[in-house]
């Protein structure tokens, strides 16, 4: 996982995630304990890079959190998953 912030300087964490969102939202949360990262917004713009095999997946934050709206589509776990999401967010 990695993102460029405004003043260019690029940031980066690995994180061991289940989906793409689950990655970004993982992701947001260690970059926003450490002190030295500049803070992002929606419109920030992740590089998401799977090993096994490598590949990258560019996804804005706000369709990250968009996706962690209340749903009962997928019924019980699907809630859950999303609320856990939105938790790592801080939403």
Known sequence: M?????EGVPHSAHVQAESL???????ASEFRRDPLT???GPATEFVVAV?????EHRIRLAQVR????????????GMLK???LRALLGF
């Open 21 to 27: 969102y689950e990655a970004v939202a993982l992701a």
């Open 82 to 84: 999303r609320q856990k």
């Open 2 to 6: 990695s993102y460029t912030d405004a």
């Open 38 to 40: 500049q803070q992002f």
């Open 66 to 77: 968009g996706w962690t709206e209340a749903t009962t589509r997928e019924g019980p776990a």
């Open 51 to 55: 090993e096994r095999p490598v590949i």
